[in-house]
Every structure is written in C-alpha cells, then in structure tokens.
Nanobody
C-alpha cells in the first residue's frame, strides 16, 4: 500500500496559479496511474485529470483543459498538478489517488485504491 500526501494548496486570487504536490511513501509511483480529484462543499467528488503510469499521457476534465497540467517526478516519487488561470469555481479540496488499474487511469473514483488526505484550494474573485 502506498501513502499519499498532498500539499501546495492555499488561497489565491482569480487568475493566479498554484502547484499541488502528491508525495508518495511506502512504494514507488513508477508505473502507477495517478489521478487528481476535487470536491467542493455540497458537491460530489469529481475527476480533474490523470497521468498514465508508463506513457505519462494525461487526460483532463473539460473544465480544466488548457489550464491544468499533471506531471510526475519518479526520482522524487511525486506527482504534480500545476493549476494556472484559476477561477473561483476551482475552489475545492484536491485529492490525489493511485489507480487500481495501473498503469491505466480512469475517471471513476471507485477504481482508485489509495488516497491522500487532500489539500484545500480557495480562489477568490
């Protein structure tokens, strides 16, 4: 089992940027499909994007395409979510998770076994 810890959240003005990190311990993330999800109060947790464990190909939900970028650094056993041009509607708790189907990823949160505790992102208008 892998332990995941997100960091990098905070308060930012609309149009600003943040980079979230998802640091792993307990096992290597090399070869792991990783997903980023977010949840706002009163809403279901939604898929934001993911990165394939072998090809490093990425996929994103339409609402963040062109603004968010997922990358990984295997040497640091860390996955990143770079968020640019942030909007108030991006306000949420952000979570990283490891895909049960690794190296593949899925938009379905039920297919992720290991989750971090989340980091809060608040975007002010």
């Amino acid at each position: 089992q892998v332990q995941l810890v997100e960091s990098g959240g905070g308060l930012v003005q609309a149009g600003g940027s943040l980079r979230l990190s998802c640091a792993a311990s307990g096992r290597t993330l090399n070869g792991s499909g990783m997903g980023w999800f977010r949840q706002s109060p009163g809403k279901d947790r939604e898929f934001v994007g993911g990165i394939n464990g072998i090809s490093d190909s990425t996929t994103y939900v339409d609402s963040v395409k062109g603004r968010f970028t997922i990358s990984r650094d295997n040497a640091k056993n860390t996955v990143y979510l770079q968020m640019n041009s942030l909007k108030p509607e991006d306000t949420a708790a952000y979570y990283c998770a490891r895909s049960r189907m690794s190296p593949l990823i899925s938009r379905a949160q039920s297919l992720y076994d290991d989750w971090g505790q989340g980091t809060q992102v608040t975007v002010s208008s």
